[in-house]
């Protein structure tokens, strides 16, 4: 699956998020924390959605790469509490040479209400811990979901 | 303790974080997910430090608020370990009629080097979930840590 | 779905575990503690799968019940890392007038070869916290999966 | 430190355990899942209390040694909520050639009522990951708090 100049049916792409006992707060709304659990999660999905295996993306030996998260933040607009069901919309806010912006968009199933979103930005490092090029096969696949903003 | 008009030593609290198992990524660096467990870690412990019993804060069923966090983000500057200590610092970035930011800065233990830096915020709201001004004790016990930028 | 006297395929739900970011120790191994967390998703996956709705089994106001989780345990054969799937095939060990023991097995997908394996009892409780008989829908639902041993 | 021979005031080390917010169930009770942390926290804070590093013992590359837990159980007497607080006594069970079984008991501070008790158990490896002989400074610091039993 090369993505790279493939038509996709929509710039996202959407996971079911199932809301964990543990996941919440003491009074049962999901936990702003898990929030970025669950876009991570988003990260892991979209990565194996395009081909790309997660764990051999986040640190590759073979290719000399890492791609840790530099920066995060989210904005969380409505209580979610445990038994409910969200969705998770992931697309690509940004791609530069060496970093790439997630967007993230939490709804309830079948609306467009959003109820959280956020974005994750990740930078590819070499052994050294220093910046390098995005893998290009990287580049190929999530280029397609690049949506021009929102 | 009322913390309204007393001096204080410096405009943070400062905590010391245990880094633990189960907060690394598989790479036995530190999850970024961690860190926002950590920056709640720091509110508890400044709320405690100023006199507020966290519990009591988050929700508080006798005096009808709750003090949800509305917003996070945060950025990671330096990759940390599992077995490294780290301190962070919580202040007060800004505070409004019903909105309260904490602002958060990681560093390794005597050094004033940043590894980590984000920022939450709360709203207060009443049983309806609709917000409502601060609850004063609240306010008083803060204020004092207002720093005007950083 | 009552499930009562139903005959059912396999004395076990089996669902697949995805190991997440974050669920490993500092060396990329699934870390003890998550297998617990799974062992909790096996049970809410395993209610589902009987019809009845997680949430509204582990609290119930109206029907006046509970289910806490009372014992715990796990033993752990072979070192999962960041990268493999498992599956989760969780059954009832044995089932009282007041509480349930579910069991838990880890396996490669496709294999036989268990590489963890648990159990969880939950008893039920009124809104006293005294126990009290488990509610009948809950008994009729797990009835088939109860397994003579293993 | 030794601890070979010395003499030990109490036969475990006690800490505190702060309850976190996101270590509870839906309805503010501490989640099972959160005591298995606890006790693994409780195992970091005793080698750190008999002089023994945790991340140097957990791996140790240059010592060609490993201690994963194979094995955890624990039992859970009282429901606590966000806002008490425990404290966790962590003594010795038992040690073996190749194996150690830490004991853990969960108590309100300054009671002997124990709320939550539990075991987990590690075992010395090598970098084949085959058992081999628990390293001789982990035998000697850990010998004094050997309990006969509980």
Not at 33 to 48: N, P, Q, T
Not at 72 to 89: M, W
């Amino acid at each position: 699956m090369t993505g790279s100049s493939a038509a996709i049916d929509k710039p996202f792409v959407e996971i079911p998020i199932s809301i964990r006992f543990g996941d919440t707060d003491p009074y049962g709304v999901v936990y702003f924390v898990s929030y970025f659990r669950y876009c991570h999660h988003g990260i892991e999905e979209f990565l194996r959605h395009v081909g790309l295996p997660p764990a051999a993306m986040f640190r590759n030996q073979d290719e000399k790469f890492g791609l840790p998260i530099v920066g995060a933040s989210a904005d969380f607009r409505r209580p979610i509490k445990y038994g409910e069901d969200i969705v998770l919309r992931v697309s690509i806010l940004k791609m530069g040479q060496k970093s790439l912006t997630f967007g993230f968009r939490f709804h309830r199933p079948g609306s467009e209400d959003i109820v959280g979103e956020g974005q994750a930005t990740m930078v590819a490092i070499g052994p050294d811990w220093l910046s390098r090029p995005l893998p290009e096969r990287l580049q190929a696949a999530v280029g397609p979901f690049l949506t021009p903003s929102a």
